[in-house]
């Protein structure tokens, strides 16, 4: 096993590894209603994972980086369940796949393991909780600006390369919301839109329109 492995996953050592992937973007990792034979531990790149209403509208749950595994593929094995959810990936990643019989047997003596596992749990559990609070308590057009302020520091830029169906899929609303909301941004000299891009024409005065909201 290489260092890079030890640091991230030593807990791995004791474990029977099935075989070290690389995968490109947009390969499948899961979709909804799969068994789920293996669990992933991410040694670089992203997983996306989404849930598809029955309205076909589509919601960002979470990413899975370097350093994670998927809860909802262990909770889906120590429950023995179905896999409620749609992983793909989103960045080309290198990941290590742990059987999931191995994992269950490692779970009952593997002290690392359980650690990682339940530390993982409660960190995407926080995670979800910061979500739900930004849904229930903030406005639809907060929490766009602030996304597009937070993409803006990612990026190192003005110019994002954003359609209005990847905001509405990472906020979980609808697109003719975003599309209403952005085109308000915009009367406003905000920012300026091109197809497929978004341009933050003014950050500073996004910025003080967010803090004033």
Do not use: W
Not at 17 to 35: H, P
């Amino acid at each position: 096993m290489s260092l890079l492995e030890s640091e991230m996953f030593s807990f791995l050592n004791e474990c029977n590894i099935i075989n070290s992937i690389n995968l490109e973007s947009g390969a499948r990792v899961f979709q909804e209603g799969d068994s789920c034979h293996y669990i992933a531990f991410i040694k670089s790149g992203v997983i996306r994972v989404t849930k598809l209403g029955q309205n076909g509208r589509e919601m960002l749950l979470y990413r899975v980086v370097a350093g994670e595994s998927c809860v909802l593929t262990i909770s889906s094995i120590l429950s023995n369940s179905l896999y409620p959810a749609h992983a793909v990936v989103e960045e080309p990643s290198e990941i290590l796949l742990l059987s999931a019989e191995e994992f269950k047997k490692q779970m009952t003596s593997n002290l690392g393991l359980q650690q990682y596992t339940y530390s993982i749990l409660m960190n995407r559990f926080l995670s979800v909780m910061s979500m739900l609070e930004d849904i229930v308590f903030l406005k639809v057009d907060q929490r766009i600006i602030e996304f597009l302020i937070s993409k803006s520091n990612q990026d190192n830029g003005s110019l994002l390369e954003l359609t209005h169906e990847d905001i509405a899929i990472e906020l979980g609303t609808a697109r003719e919301v975003v599309s209403r909301i952005l085109k308000g941004l915009e009367r406003e000299g905000l920012i300026k839109q091109a197809r497929g891009k978004i341009k933050l024409v003014n950050i500073k005065k996004i910025c003080d329109k967010l803090v004033n909201m």
